[in-house]
Every structure is written in structure tokens, then in C-alpha cells.
């Protein structure tokens, strides 16, 4: 028999068909296939409209990539999750693609997805300093010198815990 396919729409119109067992990844669009029951008719649509359709192209990318993977232990200690080269070579992408893409697997409800996007934000932050961290990522300031100073101790204190 025929894998069953789901249609996703990006909010800016694309529509991407795909096998079900591929987006079965997403709890997002589990869900709405069980609400909806999607599954039975095969010109229903999935609207997804927190994601356009290049950074869609990239998650489904992945989630093919990824479709036989066994299920993540839910085990926040235990980090399971080993980048594999494909994964490397996946998120090396300028950050804006790469907010967009935790934005998209967060939206999604893809659990390796984030977990790989975010440890490419990470690798990103890794070994520089707040100021250079703050000029790659526009952000504000919003500690006075006195506040840094305070919340620097606070974290020593705690690292030394």
C-alpha cells in the first residue's frame, strides 16, 4: 500500500506534500492530523503559519533525513542528541536562517530539531565575549555596569556551588 501523504501549506502559499510518517516528527502537525483527521482525505490542507516556505523545505529536509531515528528518550540530563556530520553541515547557516529554524522547530514541536538548532546557537555563542555576543546578536544592553557586576558574582556563586 501507498505511504499516506500529508499536505502542509507555508504562510506564503507553498504547498509541500509529504509522506505522513515524515512530519510523524512534528507533534504539531500530529496533532492537528488527529484532530482534523486529515489522514482520510487526501485534498485536506495543513496550514502552517509560522513558517514560510524555505525554512518548511529545510525542517522537512531534516525531518526525512531523521524519519527512521529512534524515538528521543525525554531525559533532560541525558544529552543523547550527537551531531552527526549531516547535522553540522545542516545548521551551518547564517543565524537569522537559524532563529528561523528553532523558531519553526519550536512552533513544530520538534524535539532533535530544536535540540540541533539550539546547539548551533550555542557553537555560535561558545567562546565569545558578552559584548561580542551581544554585537553578533543586536542585543540591547539592559545591565547597568553595576548590575553586570552583581549578576557576575551571582553566577560565580553559583558555579562554585
Known sequence: SKMPVVKLQSSDGEIFTVDVEVVKCSCTIKAMLETCC???DDDAIVPLSKVNSTILDMVLVWAHYHKDDPEPIDDQDNDYYD???????FINVNKETLYEL?????YLDIQGLLELTCKGLANMIKGRTPDEVRRAFNIKKDFSPEE???????NARMRDM
Open 102 to 106: 528553532i523558531n519553526a522547530a519550536n
Open 83 to 89: 551531531m552527526t556530520l549531516w547535522d553540522a553541515d
Open 38 to 40: 486529515v489522514e482520510d
Open 148 to 154: 553586570e557586576e552583581q549578576e557576575r558574582k551571582e
